[in-house]
């Protein structure tokens, strides 16, 4: 039988109070991307390439945010009325759709594309027109309830906040991961209230009438507790971005990377780094930046956006880059700052050096040769350059009207041709 096409809906209309942000929720980076783009690249990892996203909230936001992801097809929320009504506004552009919708929310970031492969997978399995994702959490906090009937199958979902205290103390929970057969939930939207807490048309209850006209269901246990965070809070979004880290941090250690104090250690979720690399205490690393195999970064440096080290490169104490490349065996290691540079193999940076890269408004470029020293404290004006072997003695200030030539060595402020004082004589 044919596998029955698939399409993605997720609900990112709401303003969630608690942040207290003029900035739509689903903006806020979690590790260095959107909340929402982890939930966008889950769906394609998952293989469903064709997205209905409900914005309302700040919608300007965020679509000017994805404005370059041709396979999102925008619905708009206005007022929004819950998660059932957020459904029904799409049901324009799934006017005709026969086939498997997946809803989500786009406040999970930590939501894995393997997770969504189980329920799709389970949801054809078991010809059924709802499945939805379960998780156990020893602390429920304020996810809907899982309730079971004697044989162990789903009744119903009930909301946190019209749960008596029988069912708040189930620990079985809702995380919003699901898989419906369009045409039986479009033909059961209609049938929702608004009669709870809130005053709201929640898609639970579509479940449950699913269920009690008989539906075939599904439930499967496959999200893991930390999984299902969502963010409705700035504390939820210090933990999903902890957990994140920690995630990270865990495929680069697998991929043979050495993180010598993951607890202080902060890398963003587009950074490639090589296998026995060494990253120390305190570094923060920003993406997109690339870093070769055998590096040694930190303690306490801060890698920047655009930042690229070559095989062997060590970047040290207090080290700072933006927008810099490092070429092999590059060694800057204490107190420098190397913005919008190019750096040849094998030359060393000494301590405090700069490259000044702005004059307030552009930015300007600093080219490095191969094979140079550059001495402590030096400053090198952008836009400039020190050639191949190059040298440049401490505290010089190098100036865009006179770069270093290949070779030669260059001191003082401005920095000039060193020339040997002559030895002086009885």
């Given at each position: 039988?044919?596998?029955?096409?698939?399409?993605?809906?997720?609900?990112?209309?709401?303003?969630?109070?608690?942040?207290?942000?003029?900035?739509?929720?689903?903006?806020?980076?979690?590790?260095?991307?959107?909340?929402?783009?982890?939930?966008?690249?889950?769906?394609?990892?998952?293989?469903?390439?064709?997205?209905?996203?409900?914005?309302?909230?700040?919608?300007?936001?965020?679509?000017?945010?994805?404005?370059?992801?041709?396979?999102?097809?925008?619905?708009?929320?206005?007022?929004?009325?819950?998660?059932?009504?957020?459904?029904?506004?799409?049901?324009?552009?799934?006017?005709?759709?026969?086939?498997?919708?997946?809803?989500?929310?786009?406040?999970?970031?930590?939501?894995?594309?393997?997770?969504?492969?189980?329920?799709?997978?389970?949801?054809?399995?078991?010809?059924?027109?709802?499945?939805?994702?379960?998780?156990?959490?020893?602390?429920?906090?304020?996810?809907?309830?899982?309730?079971?009937?004697?044989?162990?199958?789903?009744?119903?979902?009930?909301?946190?906040?019209?749960?008596?205290?029988?069912?708040?103390?189930?620990?079985?929970?809702?995380?919003?991961?699901?898989?419906?057969r369009w045409p039986a939930l479009d033909a059961t939207l209609d049938r929702i209230t608004n009669e709870n807490a809130k005053g709201e048309y929640y898609l639970t209850d579509a479940i449950e009438?699913?269920?009690?006209?008989?539906?075939?269901?599904?439930?499967?246990?496959?999200?893991?507790?930390?999984?299902?965070?969502?963010?409705?809070?700035?504390?939820?979004?210090?933990?999903?971005?902890?957990?994140?880290?920690r995630r990270i941090l865990k495929h680069l250690m697998d991929e043979g990377v050495t993180i010598e104090a993951p607890a202080g250690i902060h890398v963003d979720h587009d950074v490639t780094i090589?296998?026995?690399?060494?990253?120390?205490?305190?570094?923060?690393?920003?993406?997109?930046?690339?870093?070769?195999p055998r590096c040694r970064i930190g303690p306490f440096a801060h890698l920047r956006p655009g930042t690229v080290l070559e095989e062997g490169v060590e970047v040290g104490a207090y080290v700072e880059?933006?927008?810099?490349?490092?070429?092999?065996?590059?060694?800057?290691?204490?107190?420098?700052?190397?913005?919008?540079?190019?750096?040849?193999?094998?030359?060393?940076?000494?301590?405090?050096?700069?490259?000044?890269?702005?004059?307030?408004?552009?930015?300007?470029?600093?080219?490095?040769?191969?094979?140079?020293?550059?001495?402590?404290?030096?400053?090198?004006?952008?836009?400039?350059?020190?050639?191949?072997?190059?040298?440049?003695?401490?505290?010089?200030?190098?100036?865009?009207?006179?770069?270093?030539?290949?070779?030669?060595?260059?001191?003082?402020?401005?920095?000039?041709?060193?020339?040997?004082?002559?030895?002086?004589?009885?």
């Amino acid at each position: 039988m044919a596998q029955r096409p698939t399409k993605a809906l997720i609900l990112a209309a709401g303003m969630s109070t608690r942040m207290k942000s003029a900035r739509s929720k689903v903006l806020h980076e979690v590790c260095g991307k959107p909340m929402l783009a982890y939930v966008l690249d889950a769906c394609r990892e998952a293989g469903i390439g064709d997205l209905l996203v409900v914005v309302g909230h700040a919608r300007d936001q965020v679509m000017e945010a994805f404005a370059d992801a041709e396979d999102i097809t925008w619905v708009v929320q206005d007022p929004q009325q819950g998660t059932a009504h957020a459904v029904m506004v799409a049901r324009e552009p799934l006017e005709g759709f026969d086939g498997d919708l997946v809803v989500l929310v786009g406040d999970a970031p930590m939501l894995r594309a393997e997770t969504l492969t189980i329920l799709l997978e389970t949801h054809r399995r078991e010809s059924a027109d709802v499945t939805l994702v379960t998780a156990m959490l020893d602390d429920p906090k304020w996810f809907g309830r899982i309730v079971r009937d004697a044989e162990g199958n789903v009744e119903r979902i009930v909301e946190a906040g019209d749960a008596s205290e029988e069912e708040r103390a189930i620990r079985e929970v809702n995380p919003s991961f699901y898989a419906f057969r369009w045409p039986a939930l479009d033909a059961t939207l209609d049938r929702i209230t608004n009669e709870n807490a809130k005053g709201e048309y929640y898609l639970t209850d579509a479940i449950e009438l699913l269920i009690q006209g008989g539906a075939p269901a599904a439930a499967v246990a496959a999200a893991m507790p930390d999984e299902v965070q969502a963010v409705n809070s700035r504390e939820d979004l210090a933990l999903v971005t902890d957990l994140m880290r920690r995630r990270i941090l865990k495929h680069l250690m697998d991929e043979g990377v050495t993180i010598e104090a993951p607890a202080g250690i902060h890398v963003d979720h587009d950074v490639t780094i090589g296998a026995d690399t060494v990253i120390r205490a305190g570094t923060v690393i920003e993406g997109p930046t690339r870093i070769g195999p055998r590096c040694r970064i930190g303690p306490f440096a801060h890698l920047r956006p655009g930042t690229v080290l070559e095989e062997g490169v060590e970047v040290g104490a207090y080290v700072e880059t933006k927008n810099a490349h490092l070429g092999p065996d590059v060694c800057a290691r204490h107190h420098a700052y190397l913005g919008d540079c190019e750096v040849g193999a094998r030359t060393n940076i000494g301590a405090g050096v700069l490259t000044a890269n702005s004059d307030g408004g552009e930015k300007y470029k600093t080219k490095i040769g191969a094979d140079a020293s550059i001495g402590a404290g030096t400053i090198l004006v952008a836009p400039t350059s020190v050639g191949d072997g190059g040298r440049t003695g401490a505290g010089s200030v190098v100036t865009r009207a006179h770069p270093v030539p290949p070779g030669a060595t260059y001191v003082g402020v401005p920095a000039r041709p060193y020339e040997p004082k002559p030895q002086e004589t009885e």
